[in-house]
């Protein structure tokens, strides 16, 4: 078992910027590629960025391409995503996701965390 949590939501105005942080704890975190998702109200979890297990290869939505940065460090079992010139488009409930696949389907992913708020306002 892998336990996530998320942290660093909050309310941020148009053009503004927030880090999310996720602290995994249980099995060894650095097994694990690790998986940015969000959901809006009443739209499907859609996948935001991931990272492999060794932070080598990362890749991402094409609507966060440029803006939105994964990375981890796994001395830490943490992994990030910096959000840059957020839109209100970002708004959306984002959950950090754990699997050995390197996935970007939420399907592929085991282990959730409860997920953090992000609210961006124009």
């Known amino acids: 078992q892998v336990q996530l949590v998320e942290s660093g939501g909050g309310l941020v105005q148009a053009g503004g910027s927030l880090r999310l942080s996720c602290a995994a704890s249980g099995r060894t975190f650095s097994n694990y590629a690790m998986g940015w998702f969000r959901q809006a109200p009443g739209k499907e979890r859609e996948f935001v960025a991931a990272i492999t297990w060794s932070g080598g290869r990362t890749k991402y939505a094409d609507s966060v391409k440029g803006r939105f940065s994964i990375s981890r460090d796994n001395a830490k079992n943490t992994v990030y995503l910096q959000m840059n010139s957020l839109k209100p488009e970002d708004t959306a409930v984002y959950y950090c996701?754990?699997?050995?696949?390197?996935?970007?389907?939420?399907?592929?992913?085991?282990?959730w965390g409860q997920g953090t708020q992000v609210t961006v306002s124009s």
């Open positions: 996701a754990a699997d050995h696949t390197y996935g970007s389907s939420h399907w592929e992913y085991d282990y």
